[in-house]
């Protein structure tokens, strides 16, 4: 049975970091391309970033680029999620999935994936 679990999330002041993690159990998280999402309250999933397999490559969405990082501990079989320079508007339930790929195009919705974690809240307030 193929579970994702994020951890990390918290209460953080606007231009704070946090660190985010997917571990995961029945699945080899460094086999697939893993995918981090956001729902704000009363939104839809927004997709934050994804890592490849295939070329170790990394995407983000516009309003992340320079300030999240997607990172593999091929060890610890986790992804983790860096976040700089939080605001306001990154308050939301942060989930990794993954859609059993090998690579990311960056355009892939919430609908193409596979597994879900269950999400972890970030809250970015002073």
């Known amino acids: 049975q193929v579970q994702l679990v994020e951890s990390g999330g918290g209460l953080v002041q606007p231009g704070g970091s946090l660190r985010l993690s997917c571990a995961a159990s029945?699945?080899?998280?460094?086999?697939?391309?893993i995918f981090w999402f956001r729902q704000a309250p009363g939104k839809e999933h927004e997709g934050v970033g994804c890592?490849?397999?295939?070329?170790?490559?990394?995407l983000y969405a516009d309003s992340m680029k320079g300030r999240f990082t997607i990172s593999r501990d091929n060890s610890k079989n986790t992804v983790t999620l860096q976040m700089n320079m939080l605001k306001p508007e990154d308050t939301a339930v942060y989930y990794c999935a993954t859609n059993l790929g090998y690579y990311c195009l960056g355009d892939e919705s919430d609908n193409d994936m596979n597994y879900w974690g269950k999400g972890t809240l970030v809250t970015v307030s002073s």
């Open positions: 890592a490849s397999v295939s070329d170790g490559s990394t």
């Open positions: 029945g699945l080899i998280l460094n086999d697939y391309a």
